[in-house]
């Protein structure tokens, strides 16, 4: 079950209405980024359908989205490898709805593996859920109500693909297909009434995903290399995909917003002298 939290003491910085009337459709909704995503879209007065491959996670964590904010949000199971479960999913949706104004794709599988070590399938499954599961939530959502109602598509990529990361083939490769997928999409669905946009995250505290790549091993002297000098949190994220779902926002198209402090234009990113690092040998040994 979802042990998630609401945050505390939420500091508005937009007006609480902002999205009233709206409803968002997450992927991986359910925990870490996406659930804290939710409840700031719901803070601001739109409804949610929160989506993951595990219904008891979703189940748990909307009750917990709809007591703390006092909007609606419905849980589905959705597969974003199997498209049948997605358009049930979208019909379910619109079934309760009648409208998705607002489509986040967040769900992605990662972890850490040097290249040599991945197997054909690890790749192949990493590249399933990321890249082919945010084309097959983004044409089902635009084929079912976007097509002809417009709405705003934001698809939750990362900062590995920028310089080439260690350990990230499969994860940075992924990425990058959803980022060029975003400018061609933007390209074609604008006429529709569509923006697509992505959001990269750098490291973000309290998730899984910094738990899986190494987020015990953070230093302060890491910490100390970013402009902004803090890592950033789930709420940081959440506010900027408010910011660019909201008016203030209506030119945004085909690009990338990247909430990471800086991080990518300043961490060390030599392969072979991360080798040699104790802290990274001890990653590595793990493996």
Same mark, same amino acid.
């Given at each position: 079950?979802?042990?998630?939290?609401?945050?505390?003491?939420?500091?508005?910085?937009?007006?609480?209405?902002?999205?009233?009337?709206?409803?968002?459709?997450?992927?991986?909704?359910?925990?870490?980024?996406?659930?804290?995503?939710?409840?700031?879209?719901?803070?601001?007065?739109?409804?949610?359908?929160?989506?993951?491959?595990?219904?008891?996670?979703?189940?748990?964590?909307?009750?917990?989205?709809?007591?703390? +904010?006092?909007?609606?949000?419905?849980?589905?199971?959705?597969?974003?490898?199997?498209?049948?479960?997605? +358009?049930?999913?979208?019909?379910?949706?619109?079934?309760?709805?009648?409208?998705?104004?607002?489509?986040?794709?967040?769900?992605?599988?990662?972890?850490?593996?040097?290249?040599?070590?991945?197997?054909?399938?690890?790749?192949?499954?990493?590249?399933?859920?990321? *890249?082919?599961?945010?084309?097959?939530?983004?044409?089902?959502?635009?084929?079912?109500?976007?097509?002809?109602?417009?709405?705003?598509?934001?698809?939750?990529?990362? +900062?590995?693909?920028?310089?080439?990361?260690?350990?990230?083939?499969?994860?940075?490769?992924?990425?990058?297909?959803?980022?060029?997928?975003?400018?061609?999409?933007?390209?074609?669905?604008?006429?529709?009434?569509?923006?697509?946009?992505?959001?990269?995250?750098?490291?973000?505290?309290?998730?899984?995903?910094?738990?899986?790549?190494?987020?015990?091993?953070?230093?302060? *002297?890491?910490?100390?290399?970013?402009?902004?000098?803090?890592?950033?949190?789930?709420?940081?994220?959440?506010?900027?995909?408010?910011?660019?779902?909201?008016?203030?926002?209506?030119?945004?198209?085909?690009? +990338?917003?990247?909430?990471?402090?800086?991080?990518?234009?300043?961490?060390?990113?030599?392969?072979?002298?991360?080798?040699?690092?104790?802290?990274?040998?001890?990653?590595?040994?793990?493996?």
């Amino acid at each position: 079950m979802s042990d998630e939290s609401l945050i505390h003491d939420y500091r508005y910085i937009f007006q609480k209405d902002v999205l009233r009337g709206k409803v968002a459709f997450i992927t991986g909704g359910g925990t870490g980024i996406g659930f804290t995503i939710a409840e700031i879209l719901m803070r601001h007065g739109c409804d949610t359908v929160i989506a993951s491959r595990r219904l008891d996670v979703v189940k748990n964590s909307a009750e917990k989205l709809s007591k703390g +904010t006092g909007q609606k949000c419905l849980p589905l199971q959705v597969d974003v490898r199997k498209p049948e479960t997605i +358009t049930k999913a979208v019909d379910e949706a619109l079934g309760q709805f009648k409208h998705i104004d607002i489509l986040v794709n967040n769900a992605a599988g990662n972890f850490l593996c040097p290249a040599e070590n991945l197997s054909f399938n690890a790749f192949k499954t990493v590249m399933e859920i990321d *890249a082919h599961g945010t084309f097959n939530v983004s044409k089902a959502v635009f084929d079912k109500y976007m097509k002809s109602n417009g709405g705003v598509i934001i698809n939750i990529t990362a +900062t590995l693909s920028f310089r080439g990361q260690h350990l990230q083939t499969h994860a940075g490769s992924a990425k990058a297909a959803i980022e060029a997928m975003t400018k061609h999409l933007a390209v074609e669905w604008g006429p529709n009434g569509v923006r697509m946009m992505c959001v990269a995250p750098g490291p973000i505290a309290d998730t899984e995903g910094m738990r899986r790549l190494g987020g015990d091993k953070i230093t302060d *002297a890491f910490i100390k290399s970013i402009p902004v000098q803090r890592l950033g949190k789930r709420e940081d994220i959440g506010n900027t995909v408010l910011y660019i779902v909201s008016p203030a926002a209506e030119l945004l198209t085909g690009t +990338t917003v990247i909430p990471d402090g800086g991080e990518f234009l300043t961490s060390q990113n030599n392969y072979w002298a991360l080798k040699n690092n104790p802290v990274f040998k001890q990653l590595i040994s793990k493996m």
